[in-house]
């Protein structure tokens, strides 16, 4: 595809004004969120204690742009620990309002505080007694006052170069609602495993929720020789379970070493007749092992600090269980 070498109105699209021009936005963008840590102060700690206290959901409001943002930000709050949903206020006030409760927290954000969709419903909500959090640009906006507490969110000017479109002001109240989830993740002890437990179906959910016993190899697919096989017999266990790999295992079923591919071709440099090789010369005594009951995504660490493709997976007894490799990872999904 031929790329245009101006814009529709004729201005060259050089590569060096392109690249400005973004430089500027991300410019402007980070300097709006960098001026907001100094504002941070005791609004913010009344917020996430009224946050912390609420006994039913947060329940956050925007129109347009900001709406989009709420969106995002009551995920976020969602997934880490404090319920919440996003509501359009356009919507509330046409029956939407019954999803907020006494014991709801509302938050609203509008950058000019003047919103008439969350205006026209404030009132309702304050006849409910829901406590109103309002992140604006405005701290003498209507919302902003009528709020119980109000995050300022203003910034210098946007990115936009007309200043027109929300770009600042949108990355500015994303950015704080962040801080807002954070702060309360913090401060309710959210651990990795509450974190899983929101997000089971994500490789994030795999990551922290699958152990090694719930992805290794084992029974008759686990790939195993005793350690009077020869050379040979190895290889075609190894062949037949796919792995890549196999354990040696002593007359207990203890595993005494692994036998890779890796392995092999460092054996046919030394060795002209594999025929005559019986395993126990040329395995890796011992090998690196891991328990069933440990993350499979300690597994991972473990192999890639090791540089090794395959592990063996031992009970508390010292017993062989299993066995996985980097493949068997990936197809589980947890790297």
């Given at each position: ?6 814009s529709p109105?004729g201005?060259?699209?050089d590569a060096p004004?392109l690249?400005?021009l ?17 504002r941070?102060?005791e609004?913010?700690?009344?917020a ?13 409001l925007g ?5 989009h943002?709420?969106g995002?930000?009551a995920?976020?709050l969602?997934s ?6 996003f509501?359009?206020?356009g919507?509330a ?9 006494a ?5 609203a954000?509008s ?10 419903i404030?009132p ?9 959090i309002?992140?604006?640009?405005d701290p ?6 009528e ?8 910034v ?9 479109a929300p ?7 994303l950015?704080?609602g962040?801080?807002?989830?954070v ?9 990795r495993?509450d ?19 719930d992805?290794?190899?084992k029974n ?7 350690e009077?096989?020869?050379?040979t ?7 037949r ?15 005494v ?10 054996v046919?440099e030394?060795v002209?007749?594999v ?6 010369d040329v395995?890796?005594?011992g090998?690196?092992?891991?328990r069933?009951?440990?993350?499979a995504a ?7 600090r090791?540089r ?6 031992e ?6 269980v299993g066995?996985?490799n ?8 947890v790297?």
């Amino acid at each position: 595809m031929t790329l245009p070498a101006d814009s529709p109105d004729g201005v060259a699209l050089d590569a060096p004004t392109l690249l400005q021009l973004a430089r500027d936005v991300l410019d402007t963008e980070a300097d709006a969120v960098r001026q907001l840590a100094p504002r941070l102060g005791e609004p913010f700690v009344h917020a996430c204690r009224l946050l912390l206290a609420c006994r039913g959901r947060v329940v956050v409001l925007g129109m347009g742009k900001s709406g989009h943002v709420g969106g995002k930000i009551a995920a976020t709050l969602a997934s880490t620990g404090t319920p919440a949903f996003f509501v359009h206020p356009g919507e509330a006030g046409h029956g939407d309002l019954g999803m907020i409760t006494a014991p709801d927290v509302v938050l609203a954000l509008s950058n000019s505080g003047e919103t008439a969709e969350i205006l026209l419903i404030l009132p309702m909500i304050r006849r409910l007694g829901v406590s109103l959090i309002a992140i604006t640009g405005d701290p003498k906006s209507t919302l902003a006052r009528e709020a119980d507490v109000h995050l300022d969110a203003s910034v210098e000017r946007e990115a936009c170069p007309l200043g027109l479109a929300p770009t600042a002001s949108t990355t500015a109240c994303l950015a704080l609602g962040d801080a807002l989830a954070v702060a309360l993740l913090h401060t309710r002890g959210f651990s990795r495993e509450d974190f899983s437990r929101s997000h089971p179906g994500g490789k994030l959910g795999r990551r922290l929720l699958l152990h090694v016993a719930d992805v290794m190899v084992k029974n008759e697919r686990l790939p195993a020789v005793s350690e009077g096989a020869s050379l040979t017999e190895a290889l075609l266990e190894i062949t037949r379970k796919g792995l890549g790999m196999t354990a040696v295992v002593d007359v207990d079923g203890r595993a005494v070493g692994i036998f890779t591919d890796g392995d092999l071709r460092r054996v046919l440099e030394k060795v002209d007749n594999v025929r005559t090789v019986g395993i126990a010369d040329v395995m890796t005594r011992g090998g690196v092992r891991i328990r069933p009951d440990l993350l499979a995504a300690e597994a991972a660490q473990l192999m890639e600090r090791r540089r090794i493709n395959a592990l063996l997976v031992e009970n508390a007894d010292g017993r062989l269980v299993g066995a996985l490799n980097m493949h068997t990872l990936l197809d589980a999904g947890v790297i």
